[in-house]
């Protein structure tokens, strides 16, 4: 397991744009970007497998990019054109090994998660 911390949350206009991080003790093979709103269950948002795959929720598609620093452990997210629908906490989650995971986008079978840091559209 791995130790995952957001950072980059906060209240933006809608329009607007933030960038989210995370930051991991180790090197896990998956690393995803997950939210949920209050009421809601939590759905993947984007995440990034091996040395640059990428997955999007068709929602994030064409808005969000995901991107990750390898020399600094850091996942992040950076989400332009944002709506009110896309107000959450947003987590990130991570699994260690290749084939670990079936679905990147799938919140079973991640282990390691950070706490959330919450963003808020209005």
């Known amino acids: 397991d791995v130790q995952l911390v957001e950072s980059g949350g906060g209240s933006v206009q809608a329009g607007g744009s933030l960038r989210l991080s995370c930051a991991a003790s180790g090197y896990p093979y998956y690393m995803t970007w997950f939210r949920q709103a209050p009421g809601k269950e939590r759905e993947g948002v984007a995440g990034?497998?091996?040395?640059?795959?990428?997955t999007y929720t068709d929602s994030a598609k064409g808005r969000f990019t995901i991107s990750r620093e390898y020399a600094k452990r850091t996942l992040s997210l950076q989400m332009n054109s944002l709506k009110p629908e896309d107000t959450a906490m947003y987590y990130c989650a991570a699994s260690v090994g290749a084939g670990s995971i079936s679905s990147i986008l799938d919140p079973a079978g991640y282990r390691s998660w950070g706490q959330g840091t919450q963003v808020t559209v209005s």
């Open positions: 990034m497998e091996g040395v640059g795959r990428t």
